[in-house]
T-cell receptor, first 115, second 112 residues
Framework: DTGVSQDPRHKITKRGQNVTFRCDPI?????LYWYRQTLGQGPEFLTY????????KSRLLSDRFSAERPKGSFSTLEIQRTEQGDSAMYLC?????????????FGSGTQLSVL | GESVGLHLPTLSVQEGDNSIINCAYS??????FIWYKQESGKGPQFIID?????DKRQGQRVTVLLNKTVKHLSLQIAATQPGDSAVYFC???????????FGAGTTVTVRA
């Protein structure tokens, strides 16, 4: 499978615990994005990387959230001290920044449930 | 004058009929648009895109129409099939920007 891969697919945690999600983008893609999607809504932008550099973070990303892409390949998204409001689908996407049009290819997401 | 399609959160279509899904976008500076299809438990899947210097683009069984005057986008699916049942999102961005903004989705249900 050469698409965007996310792990785990589902995560159930108790409030206050830390969780970490992993994303493996399409191998030749240099941009990697994290989005969050709640039930019935479209995905909302959280942050993005160009290679290993994190270039922007949305205001949705509180200081409990941190994302890394240490070698410009896979990325991790960590949520510390989880809250019930963090329950959502966390989607990763990647793209090849080439020319003006940028098609994002999404993984299947990690569904987080905070109890 | 030209009518503007309303965005509907759900759409029920008879198998074999054509579907039209509407989307109103918000940013007049947006110049690149994408339609995504999302099936249950999966991430959004790219369907078709269009730049603002075009008003129509066709793919396999799909056509996207863009009306910049009224900031309206539509996706037409020809001969709708059961496998087309999903949530459809339009997304917009400004070229060379990196953030896609997604609209409210439309849930399409295909009746056999």
């Amino acid at each position: 499978d050469t698409g965007v891969s996310q792990d785990p697919r589902h995560k159930i945690t108790k409030r206050g615990q830390n969780v970490t999600f992993r994303c493996d983008p399409i191998s030749e893609h240099n941009r990697l994005y994290w989005y969050r999607q709640t039930l019935g809504q479209g995905p909302e932008f959280l942050t993005y990387f160009q290679n290993e550099a994190q270039l922007e973070k949305s205001r949705l990303l509180s200081d409990r959230f941190s994302a890394e892409r240490p070698k410009g390949s896979f990325s991790t998204l960590e949520i510390q001290r989880t809250e019930q409001g963090d329950s959502a689908m966390y989607l990763c996407a990647s793209s090849l920044a080439q020319g003006e049009e940028e098609k994002l290819f999404f993984g299947s997401g990690t569904q987080l449930s905070v109890l | 004058g030209e009518s503007v399609g309303l965005h509907l959160p759900t759409l029920s279509v008879q198998e074999g009929d054509n579907s039209i899904i509407n989307c109103a976008y918000s940013n007049s500076a947006s110049d690149y648009f994408i339609w995504y299809k999302q099936e249950s438990g999966k991430g959004p899947q790219f369907i078709i895109d269009i730049r603002s210097n075009m008003d129509k683009r066709q793919g396999q069984r799909v056509t996207v129409l863009l009306n910049k005057t009224v900031k309206h986008l539509s996706l037409q699916i020809a001969a709708t099939q059961p496998g087309d049942s999903a949530v459809y999102f339009c997304a917009e961005n400004i070229l060379n920007d990196y953030k896609l903004s997604f609209g409210a989705g439309t849930t399409v249900t295909v009746r056999a």
